[in-house]
């Protein structure tokens, strides 16, 4: 039972234009969200974050929003560059303050940013 | 820092032998992780570890799969005997107890094993 789906494989945009990389979850008790990106043979690294008490967070050319009706989250990326091709995770916790929680990944989006 | 450090790279093994990945945290770190990431399902966490004691291994496949924490520099995920269907990146990663502020998990460069 996948809880954080990520339904687009792979995704091309070219330099310059926006990628909107989307995800989808199923636990409504999620409260906390992160995207990961991930060059091949590396670790996943931190991306962007944001709670559920917010709608929108931004970060130089990243900017995720959450919509917790639809329990849908995206990653805008303005303006893509090519490095910024990699595979992106989306992921998701049930948050307690003090404790580091579990995080359940979807299953990736592949970003190609073309020339 | 050195950051997440896992042994070997990569490993190919042939079917039934036992497979040892390691996996050295960031010093300070509470938490550690083990996940496996596959095509089908993306990263998938299989154990945690709060302070040296496994939290949680629901995600652990089968009794083939065992991980150990002996202290906190160091940790082990064995799977005896492998099988074809294990063969997979398998990443391990750290994270201190955040308390009301920002956490997030740091990975290694990952294990990518091949069963045979």
């Known amino acids: 039972d996948q809880q954080v789906k990520q339904n687009s494989p792979s995704l091309s945009v070219q330099e310059g234009r926006i990628s909107i990389l989307n995800c989808d979850y199923t636990?409504?008790?999620?409260?906390?969200f992160l995207w990961y990106k991930k060059y091949p043979a590396e670790g996943p690294t931190f991306l962007i974050s944001i709670s559920s008490i917010k709608d929108k967070n931004e970060d130089g050319r990243f900017t995720v929003f959450l919509n917790k009706s639809a329990k849908h989250l995206s990653l805008h990326i303005v303006p893509s560059q090519p490095g910024d091709s990699a595979v992106y995770f989306c992921a998701a916790s049930i948050s307690y303050t003090g404790t580091a929680s579990k995080l359940t990944f979807g299953t990736g989006t592949r970003l190609q940013v073309t020339l | 820092d050195a950051g997440v450090i896992q042994s070997p790279r990569h490993e190919v093994t042939e079917m039934g032998q036992e497979v040892t990945l390691r996996c050295k945290p960031i010093s300070g770190h509470d938490y550690l992780f083990w996940y496996r990431q596959t095509m089908m399902r993306g990263l998938e966490l299989l154990i945690y570890?709060?302070?040296?004691?496994?939290?949680?291994d629901s995600g652990m496949p089968e009794d083939r799969f065992s991980a150990k924490m002996p202290n906190a520099s160091f940790s082990t995920l064995k799977i005896q005997p492998s099988e074809p269907r294990d063969s997979a990146v398998y990443f391990c990663?750290?994270?201190?107890?955040?308390?009301?502020?920002?956490?997030?998990?740091?990975f290694g460069s990952g294990t990518r094993l091949t069963v045979v």
């Open positions: 570890f709060n302070n040296n004691v496994p939290i949680d």
């Open positions: 990663a750290s994270s201190r107890n955040p308390g009301t502020g920002f956490w997030g998990y740091t």
């Open positions: 636990n409504s008790m999620f409260d906390y």
